[in-house]
């Protein structure tokens, strides 16, 4: 985890380089972020600002509010969003595919309560077994524009045990842990 968020601080110092270059008349650089790496940019920014002497107006949100804060015809120097939303951006001529650079990959976990047994995630019948034995699933709301809540869903789907996990679920407002899951305690 150390690597994946060093390899991507690096990428980003180097995005902001570029971009750096090539704004060289801007003295304020406007970044649009996923809250999905805030904690990488809240670190990278000011060290970024003393490098260059440029300032950067940072906004996060969820991956889903930036796609729609830039379809609905926002700008910014810099966007950092999932994927999928990058190839909106593309596809929709609002980015250059030559511009786009991968700066992470993130998983999603599973955490069960300290003394639970380990739930079996190892395949995908032994996973939809797991989640439809477990008491309550939680997740970030997929229509909040989570990634990661619209991912999940979608694999409730690919399982097709979307709707009998509809009463187990609860929905998460905002959590650092995206998901977790309570697994039935033996008596």
């Not at 390899?7 to 809250?35: D, H, M, R, W």
């Not at 379809?71 to 966007?79: F, N």
């Not at 995630?121 to 032994?126: L, N, Q, T, V, Y």
Request: charged share 20%; net charge positive.
């Amino acid at each position: 985890m150390k690597i994946c968020s060093l390899v991507a601080a690096a990428n980003i110092g180097v995005i902001f380089l570029l971009v750096a270059g090539n704004a060289a008349e801007s003295a304020e650089l406007k970044v649009l972020s996923a809250s999905g790496i805030q904690a990488v940019m809240e670190d990278l920014g000011p060290k970024f600002e003393h490098a260059t002497g440029h300032k950067l107006a940072i906004t996060f949100a969820n991956a889903g509010t930036t796609v729609k804060r830039i379809q609905a015809g926002e700008t910014a120097d810099v966007v950092i969003t999932a994927q999928p939303g990058i190839e909106i951006f593309v596809k929709d001529s609002k980015a250059i595919a030559g511009n786009v650079t991968v700066l992470a990959r993130s998983g999603i976990g599973l955490a069960v309560r300290n003394g639970a047994p380990k739930p079996d995630i190892s395949s995908p019948e032994a996973l939809k077994r797991t989640l439809l034995a477990a008491k309550s699933v939680a997740y970030s709301n997929p229509a909040g524009g989570s990634s990661s809540g619209i991912h999940f869903a979608t694999v409730l789907d690919r399982l097709g045990i979307a709707n009998e996990m509809k009463s187990k679920t609860v929905f998460q407002k905002a959590a650092r842990l995206e998901f977790w899951l309570q697994t039935v305690r033996p008596n």
